[in-house]
Every structure is written in structure tokens, then in C-alpha cells.
T-cell receptor, first 116, second 114 residues
């Protein structure tokens, strides 16, 4: 059973461009979480999605950021008009059911975004 | 809002020795969960150990154990018989029951020396 797959692992964008980060959860997992890690910081919650639904986006900036988890295909975190402050590692995690506190939460290796 | 504090940014230990990583948290909730995650150079977050706040017994997982002091809001991780593969960043995390959101500390870099 493959783990949580994130791509690209590294992405470089110039200011004003768009960044798209993809996350394929583990097989059988229908719950996806996105976290952001700034340099020298811990991970910060961004958004929690189930298939086709955003459950909690309280950690996501209101502008320029969006997330989706379609019925078919990976979850996508989209950042429009990137700025230097968006440079960070973005982690995706998945679980088979709701309950990131159950210990059944598995993280991907992250996507590192660098904005020039 | 809940906060998690890891006051030691960095520690080192000799192989086979025991090391304790400290963590404190702040919450007004009574039902929650605490975690220690390990982030090796590959950057993938790996769950080390998990504690339910309603359980008085400290969690253990092989060489890893915790000292959970609920009244003091303290949650330290003890690593016994340290191994070179334990070298990593360690993050303490908190989750309020039902919130689906982990709150992480800033992490601590542990180096195990041969």
C-alpha cells in the first residue's frame, strides 16, 4: 500500500505565478488535511477535506489560496499570484476516516515551494 | 487558542543513552490528545507516540515513553537506548477532541552521536 504521495516535491515560482500542489492519499483514505511549515516552525493547519467537500478551511488564507478534493483524482492545493511569503513546505496527510487524533493519520513527504 | 511550547531548540545525546524532550501546552479544554512526531531529513512526519488526556497511564511504544502531567500541562518524551536513526526534528502536537486540527510546537532538533 503506497503512502501519501505528494508532487511536485520541489516547485519554484516567480512572484505573481500560480502554484499547484497535488496530494494522492493512501488507498482507501477519503480524508485529506493540508499543513504548511515555514522555516524553523512547526506545521500549521490549513484545510481539512473529505471527498468533494471542504470541512474546515479555517487555517487557510482567505485570498489566493484554495483547495479541492474531487471525486476522482488527487487533492489540489492552489496558490494564485504567489508572493515570497508563500515559500514553505506544504504537507498533506490522509486518514481512512475522520479523526486525525486516532493515530491513523499519515503524512506525505511534503512539497517545497520557493518563490523567487 | 491552544498553544504548544517546546523550549529546547536543540539537544544532543550519545548513542545508547537516554534523553528527555520537554513540551508544555496551554488549553482550557478537558478532552484532548497529545502527540510526538518525528521529522527525519526526508521531512516526512512520522507519529512516534500518542496520549489521550483522559488516560492517566503514560503511553509507551518500545523505547519511547511519555511523562504526561495533566495538571501541569506538560508532556515530555523519553527516548531510551538512543539510536543513530533517532536523529531528527521532534515535534510535540496537541489536538482538541473532535477538532481535526493538530497544533504543533516549533520543534526540537535531536542529534544522536556515535
Amino acid at each position: 500500500n503506497a503512502g501519501v504521495m505528494q508532487n511536485p516535491r520541489h516547485l519554484v515560482r516567480r512572484r505573481g505565478q500560480e502554484a499547484r500542489l497535488r496530494c494522492s492519499p493512501m488507498k482507501g483514505h477519503s480524508h485529506v488535511y493540508w499543513y504548511r511549515q515555514l522555516p524553523e516552525e512547526g506545521l500549521k493547519f490549513m484545510v481539512y477535506l473529505q471527498k468533494e467537500n471542504i470541512i474546515d478551511e479555517s487555517g487557510m488564507p482567505k485570498e489566493r489560496f484554495s483547495a479541492e478534493f474531487p471525486k476522482e483524482g488527487p487533492s489540489i492545493l492552489r496558490i494564485q499570484q504567489v508572493v515570497r511569503g508563500d515559500s514553505a513546505a506544504y504537507f498533506c496527510a490522509s486518514s481512512p476516516w475522520g479523526g486525525s487524533n486516532t493515530g491513523e493519520l499519515f503524512f506525505g513527504e511534503g512539497s517545497r515551494l520557493t518563490v523567487l | 487558542a491552544q498553544t504548544v511550547t517546546q523550549s529546547q531548540p536543540e539537544m544532543s545525546v550519545q548513542e545508547a543513552e537516554t534523553v528527555t524532550l520537554s513540551c508544555t501546552y496551554d488549553t482550557s479544554e478537558s478532552n484532548y490528545y497529545l502527540f510526538w512526531y518525528k521529522q527525519p531529513p526526508s521531512r516526512q512526519m512520522i507519529l512516534v507516540i500518542r496520549q489521550e488526556a483522559y488516560k492517566q497511564q503514560n503511553a509507551t511504544e518500545n523505547r519511547f515513553s511519555v511523562n504526561f502531567q495533566k495538571a501541569a500541562k506538560s508532556f515530555s518524551l523519553k527516548i531510551s537506548d538512543s539510536q543513530l536513526g533517532d536523529t531528527a526534528m521532534y515535534f510535540c502536537a496537541f489536538e482538541e477532541s473532535g477538532s481535526e486540527k493538530l497544533v504543533f510546537g516549533k520543534g526540537m532538533k535531536l542529534t544522536v552521536n556515535p
